[in-house]
């Protein structure tokens, strides 16, 4: 009974007032605004992205191209259905709505707000919850990479399954990590219910005090999303476009979708455990304050959680304009090699701080109580010299570099020389540098040959004429 007591504390919503009507009304919302927020995204990456390389973007449909997506959306679901020959038909039909399925399933435990007033029905905007809602997250998450595997399989060819192999590996080799900053934040905590998280971080953000955790999750959700710089299984230049290369009309707009829901799920997974999920940060909080109002009551969080969550999604756009696509052996040890290793040295520094947490009091310690009294007494001011810091770190980022003198002094005498390399020194192929060149190679060297020899018999026939 009292690990049950225990469990039943780590579920902070209130379903009890719920019934089979308020479900199917939650459920219904959720489609909506996931197919909603699609719809707008996929505007809205196109705007930003035409923004950053000097272009206009979408234009033509609608004020400023804002409904290019309700002239896409038709065109998609009018396509032929092309069944290519020798695919296994079954699970090449099924595989796609195995991805998009898993891609709707995980905001049914993420919160978008606190209890309200419907129909006057008290009841979370959350369709579910559980002590490991989390855990649900992620058994979902790796289910949906089923549907691409099934999928490059079943075509029978051999692009797709390159796409579909390069797709397990690499949901296998990032989502270790990422699992485990998400183990990090669980042990801070105490809990992996999603409505637990949200009420853990009333006073503070997770970010803050898990921002090793929050750096390798963001470096992840790149990985499990197949989005540029990790969209490796979607390589175009090298296998088409992945396990889905077979794949058109409406079977392939499946997993179109569920590209850009799972855009969604991470930045609503990231929301919910680093950054507070529906709660308002520290000055807005302030603001309302002044006005006499409740930030974090009513239908005001639903606000905050949906910009929060479009912040994430400008990032990866972002991201996407800025970063090229990483070589396949570097993107295996960054994940290997780095992440990996620096979740789990954060995991077990949590560890260490949980555990001496348990066995020392370190409110008795003068210096340490001091500080940890002037942190809760300071809570908002510390969030804006954090927001500040990052900020500044941005700035310093974007600034333009200033090369040194003798750097380019030695740049125009290294373009000023014409110097053969060996491309393959390296152990495989690599482009010339600035003022190197390549050796000509066997085939130019016949042709040069060869039409140096007419002119060579020319002038040998001119010379016996002069004499």
Known sequence: MNFLAEVSQQVPANFQEDNIWIWLIKAVLILVYLLTSVIFVLVFER????????????????????FQSFADAPKLLLKEHIWPNDVDKLIFFFAPTVSAAASFIVMAVIPVGPQVSVFGIHTPLQLADSPVSMLFIVAVAALGEYGLVFGGWSSHAPLPL???????????????????????????????????????????WNVLPMFPAFIVYLISMFGETNRLPFDLPEAEGEIVAGAHTEYSSMKFGWYYLSEYL?????????????FGGWRAGPIVTWLFDLMGVDANANWWPVLWFTLKIWCFIFFIVWVRATLVRMRYDTFMKLGWKVLIPVALAWLTLVMIGKGLDAFVDFTKISW???????????????????????????????????????????????????????????????????GQKLPPSPRAQRV????AAPAQVTQKEESNDGE
């Not at 390069?166 to 905590?189: D, P």
């Not at 570099?401 to 053969?420: G, H, L, P, W, Y």
């Open 47 to 66: 705007k930003v992205l035409g923004r950053m390389q000097n272009r206009r973007g979408p234009n033509r449909v609608g004020p400023a191209g804002i």
């Open 262 to 274: 799972n855009m969604f799920n991470v930045s609503m997974i990231g929301t919910t455990v680093f």
């Open 162 to 204: 390159i796409g579909s192999v390069r797709s397990a590996t690499q949901m296998i080799s990032y989502e270790l990590g990422l699992s485990i900053a998400l183990v990090t934040v669980f042990l801070y905590n105490g809990t992996m219910s999603t409505s637990g998280l949200v009420a853990a971080q009333t006073d503070m």
């Open 368 to 434: 340490i109580n001091s500080i940890l009294l002037f942190v809760q007494n300071n809570r908002p001011v510390m969030m804006i010299v954090f927001v500040v810091l990052i900020l500044a770190v941005l700035l310093l980022m974007m600034a333009p570099e200033k090369k040194n003198e003798a750097i380019e002094i030695e740049d125009a005498r290294f373009v000023s020389q014409d110097e053969e390399f060996d491309a393959f020194a390296g152990g495989f192929p690599v482009p010339p540098l600035n």
């Open 448 to 451: 040069e040959v060869a039409q």
